[in-house]
């Protein structure tokens, strides 16, 4: 029972952490296509903004970005990575020393912490400046600790209905294995008589009829035996002559009617 429940626990708890890690992945993908769309649509909307350097309608665009819950930060970036505008105002007039040498869309960052990832502002084909999006994963990581947690309650579940079905399984095993026993008992004490009531066709009910043809053996021979003695008594108690057997010790087994 205790093997069942062990092997049953491991798997269960190997399900659990394939759907956790499956799910997480699955997170972090999501994530990564959430930053990316609204980069891509932060960098189209603020192409025009930042080829015009009007910073004010720079700033009413990314405010705009804090729809999103999940948002970290939003920037308007200048092509030698000045802040223009920025979720956090006092990054304003910064530079950046991390932004990408190409103009092309680039992953600065990816884990489930923060997904940062930068798009280049593009207008009639010339590079102006960047949009840089940065999103985590607190809404994704809740819906992550309650898969895992309902997960965790299944498991559990799983592994009490198990055991419980494992132990009447070995009960109903024991029990069977028990009445072989008592029988045996029972023949022990002298009654060759008795016979063991298991039947079926598991483990348990073969080696009963094992024993049990064992017994019927046991009690022919007996029977055979009883027989081959009664006859060999006859035989002395009808010789004409006397007969009187002694044992190894010369003591006296048996004296016929014509001896006394």
Do not use: C
């Amino acid at each position: 029972i205790l093997s069942v429940a062990t092997v049953h626990a491991v798997m269960m708890l190997l399900f659990i952490i394939d759907l956790t890690w499956r799910q997480r992945v699955m997170l972090l993908d999501r994530q990564i296509e959430d930053a990316e769309a609204l980069a891509q649509s932060l960098s189209t909307s603020a192409a025009v903004w930042i080829a015009s350097s009007d910073i004010s309608g720079l700033q009413e665009i990314i405010e705009t970005q804090r729809r999103y819950p999940e948002l970290i930060f939003a920037m308007a970036v200048d092509k030698q990575g000045f802040v223009l505008a920025h979720t956090d105002q006092s990054h304003l007039g910064q530079y950046l020393l991390d932004m990408p040498h190409e103009a092309k869309q680039t992953m600065i960052s990816k884990s489930p912490l923060l997904v940062d990832v930068a798009v280049p502002a593009m207008l009639a084909g010339r590079h102006v400046g960047w949009a840089r999006i940065g999103i985590g994963q607190k809404a994704y990581g809740q819906k992550l600790a309650e898969i895992t947690r309902n997960g965790v309650i299944y498991a559990f579940v799983a592994i009490l209905i198990g055991s419980v079905i494992a132990w009447f399984m070995g009960r109903r095993i024991t029990r069977r294995l028990y009445a072989i026993q008592e029988t045996i008992a029972v023949v022990r004490s002298g009654n060759r008589q008795s016979r063991s009531p298991v039947t079926g066709n598991d483990e348990a009910s073969v080696m009963a009829k094992e024993f049990n043809a064992m017994l019927d053996a046991l009690a022919e021979q007996d029977a055979k035996l009883r027989a081959s003695e009664e006859q060999y008594r006859r035989i002395i108690d009808t010789a004409v002559e006397g007969i009187w057997l002694l044992g190894p010790d010369t003591l006296t087994t048996s004296v016929n009617s014509r001896m006394t």
